[in-house]
Structure formats: C-alpha cells, structure tokens
C-alpha cells in the first residue's frame, strides 16, 4: 500500500458541535469504561484513547495523531509500537516491556499507561485497526453526525480539506494541522482560529522527530549499547517473572 493510500482521519473544529458520540463510539469498539457525563473536561488516558474538549469556545478532538514517522515507534527498544503500512500506528501488548519511553517521546503527550493493573499496557488510539484491515470506517468517523470526524484515504482527505478552506476562505485558517507538521500525520485538522487556541502543539516542527532523535543519540554511542543492553536486561526479568508466576498458577489449579 503506497503512501497515498494510506488511511487517515480529518477533525474539521468548526464543523465538531460537542456530541460526543466520536468518544462513547471509540469507548465501545475498544471496550473501556462507560462514558463519563461531564466527558468535555476529561483528558485522555488508559479509559479514554479519544476526548473531546471544549477550548475558546470551541470543541476540540484529542487522540494519537498516528505521525508519519512516529517518535513512539523509534524510541520503543522492543517494537512494541507499530506504524503499519495501512497508517494507523498500533501497539503489541505481548512486547510491551514497560519502560514508558514512547509516553516521553509522543511531541503530542498521546499514550498513557495503565498505572491500576498488575500488568500494566500503554493504551492510545490504534485508528480502530482490525476494523480498517477489513475496509470498515473508524468508529468515532461513523457515528460523527456533523462530517466533524470523516475517514478515508490521507490524501483524498488532504484534498477535501482544501476544498474546505477554497469554498469558505473566511471560515477557516490557511492551515491544515498535520499535513506537515512532524513530518506528516495521520490525523488532519482544520480550524477557523490559530492552531494553538485549541490546544495542539505548534511547537513541534516540520522534521520528522525520529531523525532528530537519531542525529541526538547518533553522537552518544554508549547509550545505544548501554541502553538496549541494559533495557533488554529489564525486559527479560520482568518476562521471566511473568512466566513463573504463570507457571505457579498453573501448578496450584
Ligand atoms: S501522536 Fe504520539 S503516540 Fe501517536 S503516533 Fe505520534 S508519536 Fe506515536
Ligand atoms: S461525533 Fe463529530 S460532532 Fe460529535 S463530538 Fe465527535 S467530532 Fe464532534
């Protein structure tokens, strides 16, 4: 699947009325705890991979923007994380070792982490990935009444969200949130306001931050050997661990 066809997701802000029914969609497909009533003041978290707020009057999507050449992918020692070629970026719970790098990489402070469970997973939006393997819609992009949230191919979407902001140049800003920054994202966002009253980061620069991360660590070569050395060690403890008590388990049924 070339990079053309790749799917993706356009948040237009001005279109968003505040529903909700992207957030209760997203809590079912992914069976999370029940949507809370005051949803509009929750930030994202292991019960919640997608939010709406409301920000200067307006109501604003936080979810993974699903980056083009995503920090989360290139910081995690083990491949837990996945950009697939379809898009979304997914996670492997089974490789997860635990050590949270990707939530200090996000340049979106997207996953977070399942602090109350004996075996803790990081959870984030994965663009309802089994549900696009087999050609279906996100649900939050099924279920949006307004055409707020749509889903289809990132380019087809980039032209869609050009025809917006040709057809009614005094409702938008000249600006497609995510068609460059970081290098390119999965998730697109349009707005009739600067980019930063509703909250998204635009500090985060037009390179895609992998490399940056790369060039960084490129110079201290000792941390590459230490850390994976080191990080592996951990990983392998904590498996191990895992295992044993499995076993035990076992044992005493
Ligand atoms: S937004 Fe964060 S978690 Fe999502 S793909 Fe990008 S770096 Fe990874
Ligand atoms: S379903 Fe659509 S209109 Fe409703 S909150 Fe989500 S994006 Fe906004």
Known sequence: MGISSQKALLFDSTRCIGCGA????????NRLPPAQENFLDEKLSAASVTVVNQRNGRFVRRLCMHCQNPTCVSVCPVAALEKTVEGPVIYHADRCMGCRYCMQACPFNVPTYEW?????????????????????????????????????????????ARARIRAHP?????????????????????????????GYPTHVGTEPLPMLTWEVLRKIPNFVVVGSVLLGGIWW???????????????EV
Do not use: W
């Not at 279906?136 to 992009?141: E, H, I, L, Q």
């Not at 295992?243 to 388990?249: L, T």
């Open 170 to 198: 005094a409702q938008y800003i000249n600006h497609i949130y995510g068609l460059q920054e970081v290098g390119g994202t999965s998730v697109l966002v349009l707005s009739d306001v600067p980019i930063e009253t509703l």
């Open 22 to 29: 992207c957030y209760v969609a997203c809590k079912q497909v």
């Open 237 to 251: 403890i904590t498996k191990r661990r895992v295992e044993v008590q499995r076993a035990e388990q076992q044992e």
């Open 116 to 160: 109350n469970q004996t075996q803790p997973r990081i959870k984030k939006c994965t663009m309802c990935y089994e549900r696009v393997k087999q050609g279906k819609s996100t649900a939050c992009a099924e279920v949006c009444p307004t055409g707020a949230t749509l889903f289809g191919n990132r380019d087809e979407l980039i032209e869609e």
